[in-house]
């Protein structure tokens, strides 16, 4: 078979890799990272999810894990409000369907099995645990412990499971013992207190993970089966496990007979990061090369943070692991396998590893992709690129995220555009931003990026350095069919007129933009995201920052897994933070404040940023009204929100219009 | 668990900060607590032990517990997990509650503490129950998700 020219150039990420008595076409696993909420509260499997699952079929992976189905009738081990079940045959035509796909596209099919433990029973009032150690986050439900016959019962559940699993087309099933589930409580000090045969050492602890793997490997010794363990719980400071016996737990597994160790690193309620964007690609790739030096015999897939096929070439070159295991990257580029095949990965829309979809899963939500806006809306017809009935000549007003994203949706369709932009170049408001994100900005700029290879490749017209405004839109009269505005938003320094001393504050996006330098002493007004990243950006650079917040915390507008982050930067910063406060006046001097019980502080300050509120830029939406057949608006022109919104409506009216 | 009559030196300093921080209790039920207990005891026989693990002697403790008008510190015996009617669970590292005591913002310090895993965090009710209880706030300031989160 021909190969394509990334196939050559990655070479180790494209050679067929064995799993038990399969081989896969490549050595990439689809993991299931996430459960997707979009399925029946009982467990059925949707048509949306099917739509959902015949797209990951067709990623170009070898290997796809489908996303974990919860083994018991009772739900204990039910994780996410809308997850798959298989404790019954009831379930099983979907999951043939969903076998079906992968196998069409030629992978290997494995079905994951998670019973959740200590994060599960969400329609209970309790979850199951190996003992009673309280939650630490409030989202999860009091705990129960399971007797020794709860422990059999569930090994008979899992054993079902994965029989109905491979009746239904699966090759082999994946049992879930990481992230603080079922068997990675057992497995972990922090949770397992037991004084009895599955309690106290190490060895004990992990009995119920090999009896578990020895009853499904009894069961079924043809399929294979994956175990997806810890290389690091991230918990050992509050008790947990030490790297040493997380390993010690992988040797054990090995020795059970598992087929293959998927290694992941933390728990859900571990105080460290692991997965955002505030840890480097290939940070904890080590821990899969430990593991594959551990169990040298077994093939050992790993995806934690690498979001990259070039570096996880590198790794399977230097033997780290066998499989790169990949999900997120996909969920914000179903085509990244693709791309990377034809050595077209500068068109790859990377995943920025802002967590929305691990937001959204806390908030009982379907998961949504901020990259991906068609993540979960497979099955709409309304949602895909189908070529325009009427190829219409299109000007896009602003080259920010929402505006180019609605030019190269409509010009796939056909469309031909032309972006006008007062900048010199792509990006609006996220250039600045980007530049200052303090968790990695090379990540947020990868979206700029994109855009600039996309219009360049799409045949895009971009028009810098150019206002839209009446007048320039006479000039074009009757050029354009249809007009868009995605100009954005500013900040509302009228907001601020009835100030003493108003004249004086600087608006934060002049900042961001580096257009305007501020004093060594400055004060934030609004403690939004925007407020936070230049607050953080410039104490970073020795500012004595302040910032003022009107509402009782900041933040109010970060993505919740990003929450803990801004407050942590801004304690590690030493960002004074003023809240239930607001401004009053403006001085030479600096800054007066006054609080909620009236209270006035006065802050030293060469600069005063407003970094609030914020202002649709929306007037053109009225100045061309009667200038253009026909006239739409998209993202932060319509309403300020931030780049997910302006993403998916550029998307959503690229498809349309 | 048994709370005492008699205010020990660390609890009347607990007092003083539970007092100028009344925003963070403001919406707290009556009856709502707080218990903070020290990560390891010593036993009879010297050892040291967790005080997380089923425990048959009383360990002492730090309650602190909203009564009419106020939160209040009070000392107390911590029983066993099985027996703390608390709503919230703080556990705390050699010296760690001392620690936040001295410091200019025993609150940042006590959220540092967590964040380093100095102090353990854990919930004794449900969410629903916690809210329906008032430490949202509470919650939210420490820095702890209220809702779930993946890192």
């Known amino acids: 078979m021909s190969q394509r020219p990334g196939e050559r150039k990655l070479a180790h990420l494209f050679k067929p890799a064995r799993l038990g008595r399969y081989t896969a076409p490549n050595s990439i696993k689809y993991g299931a990272c996430c459960v997707s909420n979009y399925n029946t509260r009982d467990g059925y499997i949707t048509p949306r999810e099917l739509a959902r699952t015949r797209v990951i079929a067709g990623t170009g992976c070898g290997l796809i894990t489908n996303q974990g189905a919860y083994p018991d009738a009772k739900g204990e081990g039910k994780s996410y409000f809308r997850q798959i079940a298989l404790f019954d045959d009831k379930f099983l035509p979907q999951f043939e369907t969903i076998a079906g796909y992968i196998h069409d596209a030629g992978a290997i099919a494995i079905q994951q099995i998670l019973h959740a433990g200590r994060y599960g029973g969400i329609d209970l009032g309790y979850c199951v645990q190996p003992s009673v150690v309280p939650q630490t986050l409030p989202h999860f439900r009091p705990p129960r412990e399971m007797s020794k016959d709860d422990i059999r019962c569930c090994v008979a559940e899992h054993v079902d499971a994965a029989r109905r699993a491979i009746r239904a087309g699966f090759d082999g099933v994946e049992v879930t013992s990481f992230m603080g589930y079922l068997l990675a409580s057992f497995n972990s000090k922090f949770t397992n207190q037991r004084s009895d045969e599955y309690g106290g050492s190490v060895e004990n602890r992990g009995r119920f993970m090999r009896e578990l793997i020895d009853g499904i490997k009894q069961a079924l010794p043809e399929h294979p089966l994956v175990v997806r363990l810890n290389g690091a719980e991230l918990m050992d400071q509050w008790g947990g496990n030490s790297e040493d016996e997380c390993f010690e737990l992988m040797k054990q597994a090995a020795d059970a007979g598992v087929d293959m160790i998927s290694v992941t690193v933390g728990w859900q309620e571990a105080p460290e990061s692991s997965i955002g964007r505030d840890v480097a690609p290939g940070h904890w790739n080590h821990l899969a090369a430990r593991a594959k030096r551990t169990c040298p015999n077994i093939p050992i897939a790993f995806g934690n943070r690498l979001p990259g096929p070039v570096m996880a070439n590198d790794c399977l070159a230097r033997g780290e692991f066998d499989f790169w295991e990949v999900c997120r990257p996909l969920l914000a580029d179903p085509e990244l396998v693709h791309k990377a095949a034809e050595d077209r990965l500068d068109e790859v829309r990377r995943c920025i590893g802002s967590l929305n979809c691990l937001s959204r899963l806390f908030r009982d939500l379907p998961y949504t992709c901020t990259m991906n806006p068609t993540l979960g809306h497979e099955i709409e017809p309304e949602y895909a690129i189908r070529p325009a009935a009427v190829k219409k000549n299109i000007m896009v007003i602003g080259a920010g995220p929402a505006g180019m994203e609605y030019a190269i949706t409509a010009a796939r369709r056909g469309h031909t555009v032309t972006v006008y932009e007062k900048g010199d170049r792509i990006g609006g408001s996220l250039l600045g931003y980007a530049a200052r994100d303090l968790a990695r900005p090379d990540d947020l700029q990868s979206v700029i990026r994109h855009y600039e290879v996309m219009s360049k490749k799409l045949g895009i017209e971009m028009k810098f350095n150019t206002e839209a405004n009446a007048k320039f839109m006479r000039s074009v009269l009757h050029r354009y069919d249809a007009c868009v505005v995605a100009a954005g938003a500013r900040i509302d320094l009228q907001a601020y007129a009835h100030i003493e001393g108003h004249e004086r504050l600087v608006d934060a996006l002049e900042v961001a933009a580096g257009r305007l330098t501020p004093g060594r002493r400055v004060v934030v007004i609004g403690g939004g995201k925007i407020g936070l990243v230049v607050a953080e950006s410039l104490s970073k650079d020795g500012a004595q920052v302040t910032i003022v917040e009107s509402d009782k915390r900041i933040g109010g507008d970060v993505m919740p897994t990003f929450k803990w982050r801004h407050t942590t930067w801004v304690e590690e910063l030493g960002i004074r933070v003023l809240t239930s406060s607001r401004l009053a006046r403006i001085t030479a001097d600096g800054a007066v404040v006054v609080d909620a019980k009236g209270v006035e502080t006065t802050i030293a300050a060469d600069t005063v940023i407003a970094a609030a509120p914020r202002k649709s830029n929306q007037e053109l939406l009225t100045d061309f009204e009667w200038m253009v057949d026909e006239l739409h608006g998209c993202g932060d022109a319509l309403m300020p929100r931030g780049m997910d919104a302006a993403i998916h409506e550029g998307y959503r009216l690229g498809a349309r219009v | ?151």
């Not at chain 2, 709370?3 to 030196?9: D, H, L």
């Not at chain 2, 403790?61 to 909203?66: D, E, F, I, K, V």
């Not at chain 2, 027996?83 to 705390?92: E, Q, R, W």
């Open chain 2, 1 to 151: 668990m048994t709370v005492c009559a008699t205010a020990s030196p660390q609890s009347a300093a607990w007092q003083s900060v539970l007092d100028r921080h009344t925003d963070l209790f403001s919406d707290t039920a009556q009856g709502a607590s707080v218990a903070l207990l020290p990560r390891f005891v010593r036993g009879a026989d010297g050892r040291q032990r967790s005080t997380v693990m089923p425990v048959s002697d009383g360990v002492p403790m730090l309650l602190w517990l909203r009564e009419p008008g106020a939160m209040y510190a009070r000392d107390a015996e911590f029983r066993g997990l099985k027996g703390l009617v608390s709503d919230l669970l703080l556990i705390a590292g050699d010296g760690t509650l001392d620690a936040a005591l001295r410091h200019e913002h025993p609150f940042g310090e006590l959220k540092r503490q967590l964040r380093s895993g100095q102090m353990l965090f854990m919930v004794m009710r449900t969410r629903d129950e916690l809210r329906e209880r008032g430490w949202s706030d509470f919650i939210e300031s420490l820095g702890l998700p209220f809702l779930g989160t993946c890192r």
